[in-house]
């Protein structure tokens, strides 16, 4: 077991997370807004959680991005999720089921914010 979640670290100044915004379609985009509402410049990792998909619950890693903001500043972030990241195998290959899919935006694995759903239609993905 590991002794510190994934992104984990150590940071002079503090950094906030806008509301998450999730777009659907072919593949599933996020964007959001990131301030540094600390005294210092620093570097953050936003990261975006996949929760649950078409029913089905899952904890995995869907997308980050890591960014360096000087201190007061802002920056509107879109992150794209890559579509295999959402499909499970079967008989036939790559499948992405029809239903909710939830993410929720975090600091690390175990600090996650408010959740958000995007619902998706039925794909197969080619090989």
Same mark, same amino acid.
Request: charged content about 15%; proline content about 8%; overall charge positive.
């Given at each position: 077991m590991p002794l510190f979640p994934f992104g984990y670290g150590l940071s002079y100044t503090r950094f906030e997370h806008g509301p998450l915004k999730l777009r659907g379609g072919d593949s599933v985009s996020a964007s959001f807004t990131v301030r540094n509402s600390g005294e210092r410049d620093g570097q953050d +990792?936003? !990261?975006?959680? =996949?929760?649950?998909?078409? *029913?089905?619950? +899952?904890k995995r890693l869907a997308a980050f991005q890591k960014l360096a903001l000087r201190r007061g500043e802002s920056r509107e972030l879109s992150l794209s999720v890559d579509p295999r990241l959402l499909a499970n195998w079967d008989q036939h290959g790559w499948l992405i089921r029809a239903g909710s899919y939830t993410?929720? @935006?975090?600091?690390?694995?175990?600090? =996650? *914010?408010? @959740?958000?759903? +995007? !619902? =998706?239609?039925?794909?197969?993905?080619?090989?």
């Open positions: +990792v936003p !990261q975006l959680y =996949l929760l649950n998909a078409a *029913g089905k619950t +899952v993410f929720a @935006l975090g600091t690390s694995a175990t600090d =996650l *914010g408010p @959740l958000a759903t +995007v !619902q =998706l239609g039925e794909r197969r993905l080619k090989p």
